[in-house]
C-alpha cells in the first residue's frame, strides 16, 4: 500500500536530503522522511540528551574507581622545638632531629567491601540506562512531532489551493453577476450577495495562511533552521489504513513502547539503589604500602633514609546516625513508587493504543463520507450551473452549491491529513521504529 510505505519511510527516517543543482536557486523537496531526519539532526534537545547519557556514564566510570588502587605521594617538613635530647659522657644525643623531612608515594586498595563498590556500580549503570531511554523517547516525540508539522503544512497548503480555486470561481460568478445586473437579469442584491461570498471566501484564506505561517514556524524550530528558510515540501496524502488488531497492537506496544522499557529500568534502578543503600554501612577490608625517605632514624637522625610501611586495614561501622536506616527508608520509597509508575505506564499505554485505534478508524470514515459529498457537491454545482443559466435558479442557490463543494473538498483535505496524522500517532502509541529514527 502506497501510504503503508511513506509512513514506513517516516519510521526508518532513511532519507536523505536531495541536493539542489548549482543552476537550482529554490531548495530541495523535502519529503516526510527528510523533514524529520533533518529535525533529528539539528535540534539541541537530542544533543542534550546524549550529554546526559556522558554525563551518567561518568558517574558510572567514577563508581568503578573503587575497583582499583588508589596511589597519592606526599611530602611534609615539621620543625620541632625543643628537642629532648640525652647527655651522655662526652656526647649529647638528640632524641629526633629540629628539622624533620618525610617524602613518601603510597598506595591502597580495597581487598573487599561486601559489594559496596559493586552495589553502587550497579545503581550508576542502571541511572545510564534511565538517561538512554529517556533520549529515546525525545528522539521519537522529535520525529512525531516533525512528521505531524510536515503534513500540517502540506494540509494547509493544499486547504489554500482550494480556497483560491474558491476565490477564482466566486470572481468569475461576481463578473457574471454585474454584466447580467447591467443587461437587467439580475438585481444589485445578487452583485451584493456575490460580493460578500468573496469577501468570506478571502477570509477564510487568510486564516488559512496564517495557520501555515505558524506551521512553517514550528516547522523550523524544530529543525533549527533560520527565519524565513524557504520550506519545499514533497509528498501526499493516502487514506490507506494499518491493520488495526487491537490485541496484537497492545501486545506490542507493551513489549516495544519507548516509556514500558523507561518504567522497567526506572524500577531496576530503584532497586539497585536499595541495593546500595544497605551496602552503606558494610565493613571493608584494605590493604596498604608506602615507600619513601625521611630523616629521624638513629643513629644519624639527621639523614634521608628509604623506608617503607605496609598494613591491613580493617572497618566495621558501628553507628552512624541513622544514616544508612534513612537510606534504605528512601530506596524503599522509590521502588515502591517506581511500581506504581510502571503500573500507571502500562494503563496510559493501553489508553494511547485504545484512542490511537479509535481515532485513526474514525478519520478513515470520514475519507468514504467525505468523497462521497465531494461527488455529490460537484454533481449539485454542475446541475445548479445548468439550472442558473437556464434562469430556474437563483443566485443565492448557485453560491451555496458552490460553497457546498469548496466545503467538502476542505473537510476531504482535513479527514486524509487525520488519517495521516492518526497513523502516526498510533505507531507511537504502539513503539513502531518508524517515526523518530
Do not use: W
Not at 480555486?165 to 444589485?188: P, Y
Not at 511500581?339 to 502500562?346: E, I, L, M, T, Y
Amino acid at each position: 500500500m502506497r501510504y503503508h510505505r511513506m509512513l514506513i519511510a517516516i519510521a526508518a527516517a532513511a532519507a536523505s536530503l536531495q541536493v539542489c543543482p548549482a543552476q537550482t536557486p529554490s531548495p530541495a523537496p523535502l519529503t516526510a522522511a527528510g523533514a524529520v531526519e533533518l529535525v533529528l539532526r539539528n535540534n539541541p534537545a537530542l544533543e542534550e540528551a546524549r550529554h546526559a547519557i556522558d554525563a551518567s556514564r561518568a558517574r558510572a566510570d567514577q563508581s568503578r574507581s573503587g575497583y582499583l588502587p588508589q596511589a597519592e605521594a606526599e611530602a611534609s617538613y615539621v620543625f620541632l622545638a625543643p628537642v629532648s635530647v640525652f647527655d651522655l659522657p662526652g656526647e649529647s644525643i638528640k632524641v629526633y632531629p629540629d628539622n624533620n623531612y618525610d617524602g613518601h608515594v603510597g598506595i591502597r586498595q580495597t581487598i573487599f567491601d561486601f559489594q559496596k563498590t559493586s552495589s553502587q556500580v550497579s545503581l550508576a549503570d542502571a541511572r545510564t540506562v534511565v538517561a538512554e531511554d529517556m533520549r529515546e523517547v525525545v528522539k521519537r516525540d522529535l520525529g512525531v512531532r516533525a512528521a505531524e508539522t510536515f503534513y500540517a503544512i502540506l494540509l494547509l497548503r493544499r486547504s489554500i489551493e482550494v480556497q483560491d480555486a474558491q476565490v477564482a470561481t466566486l470572481r468569475e460568478h461576481l463578473d457574471i453577476t454585474r454584466k447580467k445586473a447591467a443587461a437587467g437579469t439580475a438585481t444589485q442584491l445578487d452583485e451584493l450577495t456575490t460580493q460578500v461570498r468573496v469577501a468570506a471566501a478571502q477570509n477564510v484564506k487568510i486564516g488559512l495562511e496564517n495557520r501555515l505561517r505558524d506551521a512553517e514556524t514550528a516547522f523550523r524550530t524544530l529543525a533549527v533552521l533560520p527565519p524565513g528558510t524557504p520550506l519545499a515540501f514533497q509528498g501526499d496524502f493516502a487514506s490507506g489504513v494499518p491493520p488495526l488488531e487491537r490485541d496484537s497492537l497492545l501486545r506490542a506496544a507493551l513489549a516495544e513502547r519507548v516509556e514500558a522499557k523507561g518504567a522497567n529500568d526506572a524500577l531496576a534502578a530503584a532497586r539497585a539503589q536499595q541495593r546500595a543503600a544497605s551496602a552503606s554501612d558494610a565493613p571493608s577490608l584494605s590493604a596498604s604500602f608506602m615507600y619513601g625517605f625521611k630523616n629521624g632514624f638513629i643513629p644519624n637522625i639527621d639523614a634521608l633514609r628509604g623506608n617503607i610501611v605496609a598494613g591491613v586495614d580493617f572497618r566495621l561501622p558501628i553507628f552512624d546516625g541513622n544514616r544508612t536506616r534513612g537510606l534504605e527508608d528512601e530506596a524503599a520509597a522509590n521502588v515502591e513508587a517506581a511500581a506504581s509508575r510502571k503500573q500507571q505506564v502500562d494503563l496510559m499505554i493501553q489508553a494511547d493504543v485504545e484512542q490511537a485505534i479509535a481515532g485513526l478508524t474514525a478519520a478513515a470514515e470520514r475519507v468514504t463520507i467525505a468523497e462521497t459529498n465531494i461527488n455529490q457537491a460537484d454533481l449539485a454545482v454542475k446541475n445548479a450551473r445548468l439550472r442558473y443559466e437556464a434562469g430556474s435558479l437563483s443566485n443565492l442557490d448557485l453560491l451555496d452549491a458552490e460553497t457546498e463543494l469548496a466545503q467538502a473538498r476542505l473537510t476531504h483535505l482535513q479527514a486524509q491529513y487525520d488519517v495521516v496524522a492518526g497513523t502516526i500517532r498510533l505507531h507511537r502509541a504502539t513503539g513502531s521504529p518508524a517515526i523518530g529514527r
